[in-house]
Every structure is written in structure tokens, then in C-alpha cells.
């Protein structure tokens, strides 16, 4: 059932109500977030029950769609508290809540049967007749395994009338669709309970029984290890072919990512879309976008499944693992009269280059010649939580994250 290309929804990560508000400004259609017990993100903010009260009210102000994350595979003794927590979320309605499990369906369908709900990713679907199934069960959405081509999505959008939610940025789980049980064995921490510990990205070495103490790295070359490593999914260059498959929803991973990377990389796929639609897509447009995304934390880029099976070129072979071009400086918390008020993360100096990062903005990049405190006294340093003010260019707005990059702040 082939249908013309639409904009598809861009889906974004909120660990917590900043995260959330950063994702919201720059451009994100819905945010995705959870409780703690029912999540599997336990160890990022989260939001308890008051929370997602206010942050669905927040939402629902702003044209914004809000989904509640339940997606555990709970045991026997969880049943009693997530029959609550539904109940709760038929109350406050969120636009949907994402699940994993079966028996959460059926809980669903006994205590809030007009909650929509999403099947995550954890479901493995990977076929036409998985996603059928959801859909005759009433789900509205399902969220496609990562390990998919875009043949393969073509041919489920053919087959299935549902909405298909995908990934297209953010850390890739080395195992299936991330249900793994590493963590659990490792660090007695379920990943499938939201504790994951990431224990795939530790360092590893083999060890042969009769030879204690002599450790060989499970895989070489001159780059390192990589047996478990796996970039970060990328897919800003591919935009274009993710909307023609016939994607509903662009997801951002990332709840457990500070508001640099939830700023940029929303940003950067806002812009994305919208530029495809508008027909003014481009190689410069690109390598901005590709600069800009170089700029948060990854662990180097891959385009995961989605036109091949992944190789060496998928590992990350850096030992230092995690990368990122610019710092965090500050938000801006106002304007006044041409200067911004900062809410300082980090120390700032007359005289660095500093980047805003505005939605709209090409080259953004300015040096500081000016910066007072609340009282109006010059400034030459300042520091992390301090308020200080200083002058901007006229695109920049409330909200906008401002950057610095790394080496520049070496001194």
C-alpha cells in the first residue's frame, strides 16, 4: 500500500525536565520519557508520577506529543505496581506509552483501555507479520529493530497500515536489539529492568585457562580492540531514504545525554527534514550538520543495518571510546537589550570563540570582547553557575545553548 512521503514526526529523548524543555526548542514534534520502575532508562532523572503530570500539561501546551516509556519485562512481583502505573497513565493521558511486554498489553487493556500504545523496539520486530500482529492486537505504532534494512522497512510499510517508528541516531546495543543480559551477569544490574551498566563498552582481554595472568585482546589491529564497541548510529547524510521508506517517526536516542547532545542532534535533524521538504537540501547544508553533530559526545558515526551488515567499519576502535569537538558553555536565559543573560556550565574567557546554537544559524561563531555580572562589573573570567551577561548576535533566542570548542579551552 504505497502512500506519497510525509514529514515524518521527529521523536526526541527527555532523561528529565531540561532535557525535555531543550529538546522542545529545538524543534522536536514529541518527547519519549519514563518512570524509573517502569523504564529502561532507571538510571538517568526521570520523571516520578507528579512529573509526568506536569511534563504531558507542559507538552500538551506547546503542540507537542508526549510518550510514556514502560517498556520492562516485568516478573510476577511487578504486576501490582505497573497495574497502578497504568492506571495513573489512563488518567493523565499521554499521546501513548511504549511497551515491550505482552502482559503489560493485557494490563493496558484491563485497567486503561483507551491508553494508545506503542511496541518498543526490545519486541524485536523484524517482519511484516510481527508488525500485523501488533497491529490486530491494537497497538498504533511499533517501534522497527535496529537490525533492519530499508528494503526490509519498504516492505513492512507495504504490508502494514500501523505507524513505524526507527531509530536514526544515538547508541547502538552490541546485542539484539538491545535485549541483553551482560549487565546482569557482570554487575547485577538488569539491562531489561532499565540498569543497564553498558558493560559491553568496558575494556576486555582474553585469558587462557592454564595461563594466568597473560591477557591477549580478543580482536587486534593497529587501531585496538573492538569485539563489543559499536559506533554510534548516524544517519543525518540519509535523511531523504529514511522519509521515502515510508518512516513515521525519526527517534533520538539519548535520555541518559546531557542538553548539549539532545540540543544538537535535535537541531540538527530539525533542519534536516525541514530542508528536504523545502527542497534546499544540499552537500553544504550536510557537512554543517555533520560538523554540528561532531560537536556532542558519540563514539564516532556508523549508518547502522539500514543499507548493509555492519563490518570493521562499524567498531569503534578508539580506547579513549568517547569523543566530542566543543564544550557545553552556558544557556541563554534571556535577552536584553541586545545581551544575553548565561547561566554559565563552564569557565568563559574574553577573548575564546564561542558558538550559539541557534535553530536557523549558519556560521554562528563569534569572539568574546564583552561580559559583565548581575551588578554590571566588567568581567574578564567566568565561572561555572555564574550569571553573567554578554552581547549577541540578533538570531539568538532564550534557550539557545552556546559552545566552545575543546581546544580552544585547553588553557
Excluded at 86 to 109: C, F, H, M, N, R
Excluded at 116 to 139: C, K
Aim: aromatic residues 8%; charged residues 25%; hydrophobic residues 35%.
Amino acid at each position: 500500500m504505497s502512500r506519497p512521503a510525509q514529514k515524518p514526526e521527529l521523536l526526541a529523548p527527555a532523561g528529565d525536565f531540561e532535557k525535555l524543555k531543550t529538546a522542545v526548542h529545538y524543534g522536536a514534534d514529541a518527547v519519549y520519557l519514563g518512570d524509573s520502575r517502569f523504564s529502561l532508562r532507571a538510571m538517568t532523572g526521570n520523571f516520578d508520577a507528579d512529573g509526568i503530570a506536569g511534563a504531558i500539561a507542559w507538552c500538551r501546551e506547546r503542540g507537542v506529543k508526549t510518550y510514556v516509556t514502560a517498556n520492562i519485562f516485568p516478573h510476577n512481583e511487578d504486576i501490582p505496581a505497573l497495574r497502578q502505573h497504568i492506571g495513573l497513565l489512563g488518567e493523565l493521558k499521554p499521546d501513548a506509552v511504549v511497551v515491550s511486554d505482552a502482559g503489560t498489553v493485557g494490563v493496558i487493556k484491563e485497567v486503561a483501555p483507551r491508553l494508545p500504545f506503542h511496541i518498543s523496539t526490545q519486541a524485536n520486530i523484524t517482519n511484516w507479520m510481527s508488525a500485523r500482529f501488533w497491529q490486530d492486537l491494537g497497538a498504533s505504532r511499533i517501534v522497527l529493530a535496529r537490525e533492519l534494512s530499508l528494503k526490509e522497512i519498504r516492505d513492512i510499510r507495504q504490508k502494514a497500515t500501523l505507524e513505524l517508528e526507527a531509530f536514526v541516531h544515538g547508541s547502538i546495543c552490541i546485542s539484539y536489539s538491545g535485549r541483553c543480559y551482560l549487565s546482569s551477569f557482570m554487575a547485577d544490574r538488569s539491562a531489561n529492568s532499565g540498569e543497564c551498566t553498558n558493560s559491553c563498552r568496558w575494556n576486555y582481554y582474553l585469558v587462557e585457562e592454564k595461563r594466568p595472568g597473560e591477557y591477549f585482546p580478543i580482536m587486534e589491529d593497529d587501531r585496538g580492540t573492538y569485539v563489543m564497541s559499536s559506533r554510534d548510529l548516524c544517519t543525518i547524510e540519509h535523511v531523504p531514504e529514511l522519509i521515502e521508506a515510508g518512516i513515521d517517526s525519526f527517534k533520538i536516542e539519548g535520555r541518559m545525554k546531557g542538553i548539549n547532545y539532545v540540543g544538537g542532534v535535535v537541531k540538527s535533524y530539525r533542519e534536516a527534514i525541514d530542508s528536504h521538504f523545502a527542497g534546499d537540501s544540499g552537500p553544504v547544508s550536510q557537512d554543517r550538520w555533520l560538523r554540528e553533530l561532531d560537536m556532542v559526545s558519540s563514539r564516532g558515526y556508523t549508518q547502522g543495518m539500514y543499507f548493509s551488515r555492519p563490518d570493521s567499519n562499524d567498531y569503534n576502535f578508539d580506547k579513549s571510546s568517547y569523543r566530542m569537538s566543543h564544550d557545553l558553555v552556558g544557556v541563554v536565559k534571556e535577552i536584553v537589550d541586545g545581551y544575553a543573560v548565561i547561566l554559565l556550565k563552564s569557565k568563559l574567557s574574553i577573548g575564546d570563540t564561542i558558538e550559539f546554537l541557534s535553530r536557523g544559524a549558519g556560521d554562528s561563531r563569534v569572539v568574546l570582547t564583552e561580559m559583565v555580572d548581575e551588578e554590571g562589573v566588567q568581567k574578564t573570567l567566568g565561572k561555572n553557575t555564574e550569571i553573567v551577561r554578554i552581547p549577541v548576535p540578533p538570531y539568538v533566542r532564550p534557550n539557545d545553548l552556546i559552545r566552545r570548542e575543546k581546544v580552544a579551552h585547553a588553557a
